[in-house]
Nanobody
Framework: QVQLVESGGGLVQAGESLRLSCAAS????????MGWFRQAPGKEREFVAR?????????YYADSVKGRFTISRDNAKNMVYLQMNSLKPEDTAVYYC?????????????????WGQGTQVTVSS
């Protein structure tokens, strides 16, 4: 089992920044990939960014956030971060941290095994 707790969400104006954090505990040695997903009201959950947990720090981003968001990790602290800059109203959503135990490089939410409770990000225009 892996437990995930997100924090750092809030209400900001367009153009501002937020940094989300995800604290992992439990069987963290079994993690392959850490990802961030988001779900806006009335919309399906979508992939935002992912990073490999061990080895190379290969990252991948959704086109909608590329160049504005940065995912990073601190293995010693079992933490994953999502730095979000130049936020737009369309970034408003609940953001979820998730762990995939079986595949590297996954961006398919269906392949992720553990999820946090989510943190709300609201961007006003």
């Amino acid at each position: 089992q892996v437990q995930l707790v997100e924090s750092g969400g809030g209400l900001v104006q367009a153009g501002e920044s937020l940094r989300l954090s995800c604290a992992a505990s439990g069987r963290t040695f079994s993690m392959y990939t850490m990802g961030w997903f988001r779900q806006a009201p009335g919309k399906e959950r979508e992939f935002v960014a992912r990073i490999n947990w061990s080895g190379d720090r290969h990252t991948y981003y959704a086109d909608s956030v590329k160049g504005r968001f940065t995912i990073s990790r601190d293995n010693a602290k079992n933490m994953v971060y999502l730095q979000m800059n130049s936020l737009k109203p369309e970034d408003t959503a609940v953001y979820y941290c998730a762990v995939c135990r079986t595949k590297a490089y996954s961006i398919d939410g269906g392949e992720y095994d553990y999820w946090g409770q989510g943190t709300q990000v609201t961007v006003s225009s």
